[in-house]
């Protein structure tokens, strides 16, 4: 099974900041790693898919880069809307699997 | 519009069955892949089971044997029988769509998720 270890746990920051968010992966997924937001008390929302693939309606500030074992995930300014946890799940390989999150908080 | 709405949820006692249910609209489940994803209170995203469009179906060791993934093409509707309940079954159960991009490509990212019902496993 495909480990992937997100950091850091939490990040602090003010609005309009960027944020870059990690994911590791225990071997190589090529680029089969997607990026989801979750707000508490709804569903996870698919952000970016295959590494760097914007999905359908998601702002051009999140976008993803990265292969191999190593990816990140930036958020270019933040918005009130965008603190929330922040999950990578890789497909590469079953079964599939997400990392631990990283919780984006307002410093 | 795509939506999913879950139900089946509720509180059973361990050695327990439940079945869940997925009801869709905008789309035909038999023609997309389509999954269980579940989250325990406070814990981050498990993948449960999938199901392709031909039929195959795949599980987390942790359910293998004690969950089954199915459809009901009449009712457009996805299911998951689990049977042999545990204490960590607890969780809330979503279904999710798997994205297909325009070019046919299986992303294996879930685009479309339901919005959850809760699974308990207490006595």
């Known amino acids: 099974e495909i480990v992937l270890t997100q950091s850091p746990a939490t990040l602090s920051l003010s609005p309009g900041e960027r944020a870059t968010l990690s994911c590791r992966a225990s071997q190589s997924v090529s680029s089969y790693l997607a990026w989801y937001q979750q707000k508490p008390g709804q569903a996870p929302r698919l952000l970016i898919y295959d590494a760097s693939n914007r999905a359908t309606g998601i702002p051009a500030r999140f976008s993803g880069s990265g292969s191999g074992t190593d990816f990140t995930l930036t958020i270019s300014g933040l918005e009130p809307e965008d603190f929330a946890v922040y999950y990578c799940q890789q497909r590469s390989n079953w079964p599939l699997t997400f990392g631990g999150g990283t919780r984006v908080e307002i410093k | 519009e795509v939506q999913l709405v879950e139900s089946g949820g509720g509180l059973i006692q361990p050695g327990g069955s439940l079945r869940l249910s997925c009801t869709a609209s905008g789309f035909t489940v038999s023609s997309n892949y389509m999954s269980w994803v579940r989250q325990a209170p406070g814990r981050g995203l498990e993948w449960v089971s999938v199901i392709y469009s031909g039929g195959v179906k795949y599980y987390a060791d942790s359910v293998k044997g004690r969950f089954t993934i199915s459809r009901d093409n009449s009712n457009n509707t996805l299911y998951l029988q689990m049977n042999s309940l545990r204490a960590e079954d607890t969780a809330v159960y979503y279904c999710?769509?798997?994205?297909?991009?325009?070019?046919?490509?299986?992303?294996?990212?879930?685009?479309?998720w339901g919005q959850g019902t809760l699974v308990t496993v207490s006595s």
């Open positions: 999710a769509r798997v994205y297909i991009t325009i070019f046919g490509v299986v992303t294996w990212a879930f685009q479309h």
